[in-house]
T-cell receptor
Framework: DAGVTQSPTHLIKTRGQHVTLRCSPISGHKSVSWYQQVLGQGPQFIFQ???????GRGNFPDRFSARQFPNYSSELNVNALLLGDSALYLCASSHGRNTEAFFGQGTRLTVV | KQEVTQIPAALSVPEGENLVLNCSFTDSAIYNLQWFRQDPGKGLTSLLLIQSSQREQTSGRLNASLDKSSGRSTLYIAASQPGDSATYLCAVINNYGQNFVFGPGTRLSVLP
């Protein structure tokens, strides 16, 4: 079985540009969450979707948005990129809140 | 606001030693706790999930315990191997939330 897949694996963008990151959850998982991990720190929560509805939002500016599609895959969009947005972006999927969560390999975003 | 800390921040041990990693959280109203492993530049690999009603979980050489009342969890690694070298993260989901709150991680080096 395929695990959580994220694309692209690496990305370099210029300040002010827009970026879209993609995540495909494990088959059968309806919950997808996004996290940002800056070097040397633990991941920080950005968004959680369950059954295509937003169930939670972390302390991130409105430049960050996300959505979940009918097949439960998800996109994270970031507008007006800043140097500080450079990080590893992680996607996690699970059946629900009380079940084990599995993470993808992440997308390394570098903003120059 | 839930805060998660991990001690020590870094640990270096010779191969074959048994070791304990510590995780503390400030709010005991947690739904579950999960331990993850992260290799440099990679995503998170799930190690063990402990639900709030459980006291411990075991998988191979790993054993994780949970004491909700004191806000602590430990990850015990038996007979450490160089392949165990990685950063170990603990994360909790609060009763009132949907997302993980992560600790900063413990960076483990097992020397041959």
């Amino acid at each position: 079985d395929a695990g959580v897949t994220q694309s692209p694996t690496h990305l370099i963008k210029t300040r002010g540009q827009h970026v879209t990151l993609r995540c495909s959850p494990i088959s059968g998982h309806k919950s997808v969450s996004w996290y940002q991990q800056v070097l040397g720190q633990g991941p920080q929560f950005i968004f959680q979707y369950y059954e295509k509805e937003e169930r939670g939002r972390g302390n991130f500016p409105d430049r960050f948005s996300a959505r979940q599609f009918p097949n439960y895959s998800s996109e994270l969009n970031v507008n007006a990129l800043l140097l500080g947005d450079s990080a590893l972006y992680l996607c996690a999927s699970s059946h629900g809140r009380n079940t084990e969560a599995f993470f993808g390999q992440g997308t390394r975003l570098t903003v120059v | 606001k839930q805060e998660v800390t991990q001690i020590p921040a870094a640990l270096s041990v010779p191969e074959g030693e048994n070791l304990v990693l510590n995780c503390s959280f400030t709010d005991s109203a947690i739904y579950n706790l999960q331990w993850f492993r992260q290799d440099p530049g990679k995503g998170l690999t799930s190690l063990l999930l402990i639900q709030s009603s459980q006291r411990e979980q075991t998988s191979g050489r790993l054993n994780a315990s949970l004491d909700k009342s004191s806000g602590r969890s430990t990850l015990y690694i038996a007979a450490s191997q160089p392949g165990d070298s990685a950063t170990y993260l603990c994360a909790v989901i609060n009763n009132y939330g949907q997302n993980f709150v992560f600790g900063p991680g413990t960076r483990l080096s097992v020397l041959p």
